[in-house]
């Protein structure tokens, strides 16, 4: 199964590949529209990634301060 992040990462690409062919400004634009999308998921998966590791290297220290 593909991660969120990938997929976002992913789709964010064929997005831009796919703005990078359109004919019209106007399919342009909602390509890039579809892509800005897809990157501010990418950051919030991302920052919700780094809270986690933040939480888990706080838990690791609380046990080392234990013994």
């Known amino acids: 199964m593909e991660s969120d992040e990938r ?3 992913r789709r964010a690409a064929e997005e831009l590949a796919a703005a990078s062919r359109a004919v019209t400004d106007a399919a ?6 579809l892509a800005n999308a897809f990157l501010e998921r ?5 920052a919700g990634a780094m809270m986690f590791d933040w939480a ?3 838990e690791a220290v609380r046990a080392d301060h234990a013994s």
């Open 56 to 58: 888990k290297g706080r």
């Open 42 to 46: 990418l950051k919030d998966v991302d």
């Open 7 to 9: 997929f976002y990462r």
């Open 28 to 33: 342009r634009d909602r390509r890039v529209q």
